[in-house]
């Protein structure tokens, strides 16, 4: 079976460790970790990801302009990304724990690694 690449751009070093073990331990996928969106780029770029889950709030560059960038760049503009906040509350967000917004996908944190795998094999199919 082929393991899906997946790529967490995220500031949070607790938050990249216990997603990442998380993840990698269903036996499903690959991840691979960026600590900035400069980072998260150029592995999104090297890589090319299946998906990118992206953090909002970072400094020196927000989420939105990590996804903004990466919709110009041709070996990215395609790849699926969903945004994970604290920003917004689960309250917010609709029952199943996604919402879209700009045409976006949202996940408040923190988030159950059943809810992560849920939205990957949603967005994937």
Known sequence: ???KKILIIDDEEDFLFFVKGNLENT???HVLEAASGKEGIEIATE???D???LDI???EMSGEEVAKRLSK???TKKTPVIFLTALVTKHEIEAGGISNIA???FIAKPIATKQ???AINNTLG
Do not use: C, N, T, W
Request: proline share 12%; net charge negative.
């Open 51 to 53: 998906l990118i889950f």
């Open 1 to 3: 079976m082929d393991r």
């Open 57 to 59: 709030s970072m400094p």
């Open 47 to 49: 890589e090319k990801p």
């Open 116 to 118: 992560l795998v849920a």
């Open 27 to 29: 036996g499903e996928f």
């Open 103 to 105: 045409g976006h996908k």
């Open 73 to 75: 760049i041709p070996e």
